[in-house]
């Protein structure tokens, strides 16, 4: 039987650009079954017919009104509305902390406008299709290098407790803390404790370096790390 197409949307507000990435898609094999340049017409298209990933940008400017979309949103909607489906954020921005507040919202994937090819796209959404993650190698400390060797696995996991096991799990999940307390039966106030000693004992600076190193030590797998 033959392979079956990916299926596309895309959220971009550009129009030369987002019709370059319909070529772009269509000219790879992919179908482009959703596109749109506001949040509103987009998210109505996905009820027709839903995508297997979801390219997003960030910022959507409209030309009829000053008001700014917020991709960020639209991530949050996604996640909620059709939890099988996969996010690649595609945007100009490269701040850290952005960056991480995408993956803690629900992306799979994160791509900068400004130093990506096209193969490099077509390759992020055949990636994120899979159920992996996709992270810059600049937002990663040494988590970009191969998995930790097993006794390098044992000693990081033999530095945290049973239920900093778990918040971690979680975490790798991409739940907030509010959800985690929730999930665990604890309060929020310990959830940030736990979540304060895995930074310190596994040497991570973000949540989502926390969440890439608990796929590397088996805790969760990439696919995992899509929803809460």
Known sequence: ??????????????????????????????????????????????????????????????????????????????????????????????????????????????????????????AAVEQVARGE??????????AAAPSPARDERASLLGRITEREREVLTLVAAGTDNLQISARLGITERTVKAHVSNLYRKLGVQSRVEMAMLACQLGLARPADAQHA
Request: charged share 25%.
């Open 1 to 122: 039987m033959p392979e079956e197409r990916i299926r596309v949307g895309i959220l971009e507000d550009q129009r030369v650009f987002r019709e370059s990435l319909i070529a772009l898609f269509e000219s790879s094999g992919m179908e482009v079954v959703a596109q749109g340049a506001d949040a509103e017409g987009f998210l109505a298209q996905l009820q027709q017919r839903a995508p297997d990933v979801a390219v997003v940008d960030l910022r959507l400017e409209r030309s009829d009104t000053e008001v700014v979309g917020n991709g960020l949103e639209v991530l949050e909607k996604l996640r909620e509305l059709y939890p099988n489906m996969r996010s690649l954020v595609l945007s100009g921005f490269r701040d850290m902390p952005l960056v991480e507040r995408c993956f803690q919202v629900g992306a799979a994937g994160y791509l900068s406008k400004l130093n990506v090819s096209c193969e490099e796209v077509v």
């Open 133 to 142: 993650w996709l992270v810059p190698p600049e937002f990663m400390v040494p």
